[in-house]
């Protein structure tokens, strides 16, 4: 029984695959349902119990429910794979508590492990586990080779004994290949919600025939992808409505309104370390100077409360809607907030065209490296969940032609893909 194990930065999957190499995917209760995708955030909350207070934590859907019942909000932190390669964040204090980076993820880790070992009726301990080529904030190899140390270490806490890496867009590629009865030079491209990566490699009966390894000829990676696309549509909705750029009256000074905070608003895994007692304090007294203190309170609202989930949740809906519609409408309304803007999709390529360019020139890159023309590219695979956003896709239209390009299982082919090239260890 051999298991690949993807641990995104929005959502993880877990495959096992067996040696006739069919693949199964573990289900995960969510809201009466069930889904393959497991939101990879993690809900604390603090339990009193007489005198005694402990800190509980629920990951995926489990977290989401906890968090939707309860009227005085825990902590939900999300994008949690963006902190890896971060030399700063060591530690988080939640509830006055001392917190790992690694073992708030290995929360997450174990929790997927022994709801796969219930259903696949095993152990886990050896996985084929996925890695992006390069992390978010990892600026070097020893940054991305620091950012695999701390998942081998939470994964070792999550009850993990063997773990093998492997790149997600390869692992892509084996899931893809898995459709074919011919030989291709397939390129990959993998746009999840902290990155995106390519890989270019020969796929088919021969490589499967050949075995390990497969014959890569390049990858490259982006550390930017659904979450920056997210960023944009929060900068240029939520913050100013919330009082970026506006000014604050210090002692007869016009200044401006501290702009890290927007910063942070503006990234989910930021996002969600915002609320402690210095920054709500600052906020409060910044409210009182500020010269529109009702966008003030708006923000100090949304912190207080923890919102990020459901301004995730809203931004998600105008950015899925906009991958299928012209226009969309944004709403999000909690309490004392109420955000409402119709939103054209043109608009919001713009907001995202630095990213798109970044993805282009990451492509022509990859294909450079290689000495590979676009021409001899026998297909593009796209996946992920940013894969759907319409612009993306135009990039490879324009460089490849419609016709070479194939999309498919969008969230679960990375998973898929590890579990099949377990079979080859
Ligand atoms: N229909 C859609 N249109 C645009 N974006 C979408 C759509 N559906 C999902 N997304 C985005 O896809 C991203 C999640 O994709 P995915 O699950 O592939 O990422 P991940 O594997 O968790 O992340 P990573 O691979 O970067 O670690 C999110 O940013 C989400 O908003
Ligand atoms: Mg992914």
Known sequence: MKIGF?????????????????????????????????????????????RRTTIKSWGGPEGIEHYLQTEDKGRLV????????????????IFGRRFRLEDLVANILRDIRTKAEEQFGCRIRDAVVGRPVR??????????????QRLTRALENAGFEKVEFEYEPVAAAYYYESTLDHDELILIGDFGGGTSDFSLLHVGPSARRRGQPRDVLGNKGLAL?????????????????????????????????????????ERWHHLSFLRSAETLNMLQSVAVQALEPEKLSALLYLVKH???????????????????DEHSLFEFVDGDLELEADVARQAF????????????QRVDALLAKCGTQAR???RVFLTGGSSLVPAVR??????????????GDEFTSVARGLALRSLDS
């Open 6 to 50: 993807d641990f995104g930065t929005t959502n993880s999957s877990i495959a096992m695959a067996t040696e006739d190499g069919d693949v199964k995917l573990a289900r995960f209760a969510y809201q009466g349902g069930s889904t393959e995708s497991y939101r990879s955030l993690l809900y604390l909350e603090r339990i009193r119990e007489g």
């Open 78 to 93: 999300q994008s949690l794979k963006s902190f890896l390669a971060s030399r700063s964040l060591q530690t988080t204090e």
């Open 135 to 148: 992390f978010v904030g990892a600026e070097s190899k020893a940054d991305d080779d620091y950012a695999v």
């Open 225 to 265: 992808a659904g979450d920056a696309f997210d960023a944009r549509i929060i900068r240029h909705l939520v913050s100013p409505a919330l009082g970026a750029g506006t000014l604050l009256d210090s002692a007869g000074k016009l200044l401006p309104v501290p702009n890290w905070v927007y910063f942070k608003l």
């Open 306 to 324: 923890d919102l990020g989930y459901h301004l995730h949740r809203a931004v998600q809906r105008v950015k899925v809607a906009l991958s299928h």
């Open 349 to 360: 390529e713009s907001w995202i065209s630095e990213e798109l360019l970044a993805i282009e």
């Open 376 to 378: 001899d590219v026998d």
């Open 394 to 407: 135009r990039i490879f239209e324009s460089r490849f032609g419609s016709q070479k390009i194939r999309t």
